[in-house]
């Protein structure tokens, strides 16, 4: 069983909708959780980060974390087609102090 | 500016060769990581350190190797027991332990020839 498991798509939407990612994780220690964005041929970049069970927001980005399904997800509102990239979910172990990725989902948004 | 470098960016090997990727931060981060990165994958992480003289095996570790002589260095040797080598290679570090960001460098990419 993979420790991070993500929908690897391609997922498309139109311009200006709303994009739904989603991840699920196995290990319950786990206490971090990341969303990276990912270019092709590039090294990810951090788009959002979530602690605590619930919704946070930043911009046009929300993540939702719920600790009891083990369930990640993010969306994105007026989906640009400059989002369009690769999503990595990535959950951080407490107990270890090492990260596990998931596949990544890959997003295309259609103008 | 802070960052990570990572080099050479392109590099190509015949089989059988031992090769060497740099990894060098200035943002004074105690744990650094080595992920590989294969096309349409996500990131499996190779090896990991969280202080100098210290580093553990991640999940794919057999046919590489690495040292942490200095806070701000990691290299990666992947030596000829390395079946598959050709990949994309990801280097991070993070000040936070495992609830920090994970900062990359731009990455290396290997081809076998």
């Known amino acids: 069983q993979k420790e991070v498991e993500q929908n690897s798509g391609p997922l498309s939407v139109p311009e200006g909708a709303i994009a739904s990612l989603n991840c699920t994780y196995s290990d319950r220690g786990s206490q971090s959780f990341f969303w990276y964005r990912q270019y092709s041929g590039k090294s990810p970049e951090l788009i959002m980060f979530?602690?605590?069970?619930g919704d946070k927001e930043d911009g046009r980005f929300t993540a939702q974390l719920n600790k009891a399904s083990q369930y990640v997800s993010l969306l994105i509102r007026d989906s640009q087609p400059s989002d369009s990239a690769t999503y990595l979910c990535?959950?951080?172990?407490?107990?270890?102090?090492?990260?596990?990725f998931g596949s990544g989902t890959k997003l295309n948004v259609k103008p | 500016d802070g960052g990570i470098t990572q080099s050479p960016k392109y590099l190509f090997r015949k089989e059988g060769q031992n090769v060497t990727l740099s990894c060098e931060q200035n943002?004074?981060?105690?744990?650094m990581y080595w992920y590989r990165q294969d096309p349409g994958q996500g990131l499996r992480l190779i090896y990991y350190s969280q202080i100098v003289n210290d580093f553990q095996k991640g999940d794919i570790a057999e046919g590489y190797s690495v040292s942490r002589e200095k806070k701000e260095s990691f290299p990666l040797t992947v030596t000829s027991a390395q079946k598959n080598p050709t990949a994309f290679y990801l280097c991070?570090?993070?000040?936070?332990?495992?609830?920090?960001?994970?900062?990359f460098g731009e990455g290396s990419r290997l081809t076998v020839l």
């Open positions: 991070a570090s993070t000040q936070g332990g495992s609830t920090g960001e994970l900062f």
């Open positions: 979530i602690y605590s069970n």
């Open positions: 943002l004074n981060h105690d744990a």
């Open positions: 990535a959950v951080g172990l407490y107990n270890f102090n090492k990260f596990y």
